[in-house]
């Protein structure tokens, strides 16, 4: 994979109908589905759909946080990079 969509990413609050998904938005390329079915047909259910909609709506933030903590010539004070890696962990557990 050569890109991805940058930030931000946003999970949506549930909507009246659509209890069977959490929703993922990025404005500049719509909406993803995450399914979270019933868990005794084998889907992941409520509480990892929900998980799994926080962990790519915080992805292109942790790849960033990530990148800045391995980069030589960051000119970035260490506890600025932390800090930025410390909100990007708390977005994608839901804090």
Known sequence: MSGHTPAPWTVMPEEDGCDDMTL??????????VYRGPVEEGFVGVKAGKANARLIAA?????EALKRMIHPNNPEP???VEANARVAIAKAEGR
């Open 24 to 33: 993922v938005s990025c404005e500049r390329c719509g909406i993803a589905m």
């Open 59 to 63: 992805a292109p933030e942790l790849l």
């Open 78 to 80: 260490w506890d600025v």
